[in-house]
Structure formats: structure tokens, C-alpha cells
């Protein structure tokens, strides 16, 4: 058991599948768009899909079509999906039957339109999970800049956040306590060799998660 829940991102391989699933994360994120760095072919996720339990198999889109997501729900058997910050309100809006994840890219010079995003979109999906990574920040740079820590609180206590933000691992409980997500978001990578793979990084933080 976790003190929060997490969602494995970007995953490209069994090793990273299998560890992120014992280790006890809610979501396994598997990148569908093609020609995307982390993209994983349908017929591999289903594949890697086979030997994992416990996790909700998660189809990540940049920005899909209403078609292109129902394909992909049931040829996949999808438990989740995660739609990008771009993707169409029509398409939001839909029922798939299954987990609505919405990425959302931090917006430093439009933070109010960020904002108004959320709030519009937030009755149509499960969770956001917030890239804060994906524009350059980290927790220290977030820790240091008082208006901004106060804006990710009060996203965090608004809507159900999955926070994507650096930090090291012994600041873990100090993450946790300040900002309150709901969960927080972490990556995949590639495997040293076929089967290989250093967790020493995340270990840390796992073990860091794990309730006492």
C-alpha cells in the first residue's frame, strides 16, 4: 500500500511493466501516439498487458479522435486513457466506458486560461495529470517561488491532480504533505539490455511511498 497513488507513464518494456506493478501503481501508461519517442505498438501493449495484474492498463494519446479512442478501448481492453492538453472538448466529452485521464502542460504565461481549462473540463474526466516537468520546473523551483507554490495548492485542492514534478526522493513526504495531489507521475525508460534494468532511482522513491 502507497501513501498516494501513482501512475507509471511512457512505459516501453515488460521489465519496466512487471516492476511497476509489483511496486503497486494504480495506472500503467503505455504511449499510443505513433511516431512519439515512447511509443508502443498495440499489438506489444497487449502483449506486455498479459503478464501484469493489478494495474489499469493505460492508453496515452496526444490528441485522438473519438474513433480513434474506441478502437483503441476495444482492441486493447483498455482500463484507462489519458487524452492530451490539445485533444477536442467534443472528444472529452464522450463516455469510453472506462478511466478519463487529461494531461495538462503547466502554462506559465497563461496560467488563469490553465486554470479555466481545468475547471471546464473537470466534470468530463477522472483526474489531470499536471506536467510541471514537461515546462522546467522541479519541486525546488517550485518550493522557492511563494505565488507559484500557492497556485499548485490551490489546483491540487481544486480538481484530482496527478502531479508530474521532479523531486528527489527523500523530499518525498515533504511533496506529499505541501501539496496534497491525488497521486503523482512518474516514468518509464529504456531497459539496459533485453530484460535489464537498474531501479535504483526509484526504489528510493518507492520505498519512500510506502506506508509505515
Not at 511509443?39 to 489499469?56: F, K, N
Not at 482492441?75 to 467534443?90: R, W
Not at 527523500?170 to 516514468?187: H, K, Y
Request: proline share 5%; aromatic share 8%; hydrophobic share 50%.
Amino acid at each position: 500500500m502507497l501513501k498516494t497513488k501513482v501512475k507509471a507513464s511512457a512505459v516501453t518494456n515488460l521489465t519496466d511493466a512487471r516492476y511497476f506493478a509489483a511496486r503497486g501503481v494504480t495506472w500503467l501508461g503505455f504511449d499510443l501516439t505513433p511516431g512519439t519517442p515512447a511509443h508502443v505498438p498495440p499489438m506489444e501493449v497487449m502483449a506486455i498487458a498479459e503478464w501484469v495484474d493489478g494495474v489499469a492498463v493505460t492508453g496515452e494519446f496526444a490528441m485522438p479522435s473519438d474513433v480513434e479512442l474506441r478502437a483503441a478501448v476495444d482492441l486493447l481492453k483498455l482500463d484507462a486513457i489519458q487524452v492530451g492538453m490539445f485533444t477536442a472538448e467534443e472528444v472529452v466529452r464522450q463516455a469510453y466506458g472506462v478511466q478519463v485521464l487529461h494531461e495538462i502542460i503547466w502554462d506559465a504565461d497563461d496560467p488563469e486560461g490553465m486554470e479555466a481549462l481545468m475547471a471546464r473540463r473537470a466534470p468530463m474526466v477522472d483526474a489531470f495529470v499536471l506536467r510541471l516537468d514537461a515546462a522546467g520546473l522541479d519541486w525546488h523551483r517550485v518550493q522557492a517561488q511563494a505565488a507559484l507554490l500557492a497556485r499548485v495548492q490551490r489546483i491540487c485542492a481544486s480538481w484530482p491532480v496527478i502531479l508530474s514534478m521532479p523531486f528527489e526522493a527523500e523530499a518525498t513526504d515533504e511533496v506529499l504533505r505541501a501539496l496534497q495531489p491525488m497521486g503523482i507521475n512518474v516514468f518509464g525508460g529504456e531497459e539496459e539490455k533485453t530484460g535489464y534494468k537498474s531501479f535504483d532511482e526509484l526504489d528510493e522513491l518507492f520505498d519512500r511511498l510506502e506506508l509505515d
